[in-house]
Nanobody, 115 residues
Framework: QVQLVDSGGGLVQPGGSLRLSCLASGINFRFNNMDWYRQAPGKQRELVATTTWDGSTKYADSVKGRFTISRVNAKSTVYLQMNSLKPEDTATYYC?????????WGKGTLVTVSS
């Protein structure tokens, strides 16, 4: 059974940094694209970043140059390094994978950017 365990959120001041982690199990991790989504209160869930199975990365325009997605296949883990955080980055962040036609989500980790 597929499990995604995301972690690393917290309270940080504007301009600060956080690193999120997502440990995946039940999938052949190295052959899957992995995503980070976020959902702010009252807003729709949006795609933040993707790391593809072949090593490419993609970012939402709002986080380009500030966030970096990476993966360690040997650890079945995907990371999201978030720098220069802004109050508008406040949201619950979710790890996501689509495998065998099914969508799987982590439980989410809350990031709050506030002074």
């Amino acid at each position: 059974q597929v499990q995604l365990v995301d972690s690393g959120g917290g309270l940080v001041q504007p301009g600060g940094s956080l690193r999120l982690s997502c440990l995946a199990s039940g999938i052949n991790f190295r052959f899957n694209n992995m995503d980070w989504y976020r959902q702010a209160p009252g807003k729709q869930r949006e795609l933040v970043a993707t790391t593809t199975w072949d090593g490419s990365t993609k970012y939402a325009d709002s986080v380009k140059g500030r966030f970096t997605i990476s993966r360690v296949n040997a650890k079945s883990t995907v990371y999201l390094q978030m720098n220069s955080l802004k109050p508008e980055d406040t949201a619950t962040y979710y790890c996501h994978v689509q495998s065998s036609g099914m969508h799987y989500w982590g439980k989410g980790t809350l990031v709050t950017v506030s002074s």
